[in-house]
């Protein structure tokens, strides 16, 4: 089963606006992380944020985490076409080898210019 | 650098062909894996290596077989095609044995097993 969720299922926004899409997990994490894959091609890892940090910037990319609600969010700021793909949470588990990191159902982010 | 190389990018395979997916990297990363992406469906892990000669399953690992005897090569072996294996198959690396660093992937092998 998916440890991470996903939401909204698809976003469609207009350019300049921000974009905010969250992820819900269940168990005990070590770190989560953001990926972005766009149409047809492999993924590409945005941002990592660890289970003692709150929040992280990366340039237009805001990620926050609060473990208690097991949820994070990831803010794209002043948003343009070329941000248009799917973005996918992935969650690195606690307590055990952490070899296994588990990847939501994504966010499809359309922006339209 | 290439980074992670995966061949090919297309396959067609009858039901009960087998064929081997080829997954290379040169970032000398210890840690290797390979998903499954379906529709709707997100990434789905089928096998990981945390280093040579040392492979572990993962979620969905049923129909599928690995071996890592070096650093650089993790190939996925289907023995019996079925069209249930039909997916895009992505390969990862990490400098991590762990998940505690990012990942690096491939561009993907689109299989279709008729």
């Known amino acids: 089963s998916q440890q991470g969720e996903e939401d909204p299922q698809a976003l469609s926004i207009q350019e300049g606006e921000n974009a905010t899409m969250n992820c819900s997990y269940k168990?005990?994490?070590?770190?989560l992380q953001w990926y972005r894959q766009n149409s047809g091609r492999g993924l590409v890892h945005l941002i990592l944020?660890?289970?003692?940090?709150r929040e992280k910037h990366s340039g237009r990319l805001r990620v926050t985490l609060d473990t208690s609600k097991k949820s994070s969010s990831l803010l794209i700021t002043a948003s343009r076409a070329a941000d248009t793909a799917s973005y996918f949470c992935a969650t690195g588990p606690a307590g055990d080898s952490g070899s296994r990191l588990t990847f939501g159902e994504g966010t499809q982010l359309t922006v339209n210019p | 650098n290439a980074g992670v190389t995966q061949t090919p990018k297309f396959q067609v395979l009858k039901t009960g062909q087998s064929m081997t997916l080829q997954c290379a990297q040169d970032?000398?990363?210890?840690?290797m894996s390979w998903y499954r992406q379906d529709p709707g469906m997100g990434l789905r892990l089928i096998h990981y290596?945390?280093?040579?000669?040392?492979?572990d399953q993962g979620e969905v690992p049923n129909g599928y077989n690995v071996s890592r005897s070096t650093t650089e090569d993790f190939p996925l072996r289907l023995l019996s095609a079925a069209p249930s294996q039909t997916s895009v198959y992505f390969c990862a690396s990490s400098t991590s044995r762990t998940t505690n660093e990012k990942l690096f992937f491939g561009s993907g092998t689109q299989l279709s097993v008729l």
């Open positions: 290596s945390v280093g040579a000669g040392i492979t």
């Open positions: 168990t005990s994490i070590n770190n």
């Open positions: 944020i660890r289970s003692n940090e």
């Open positions: 970032m000398n990363h210890e840690y």
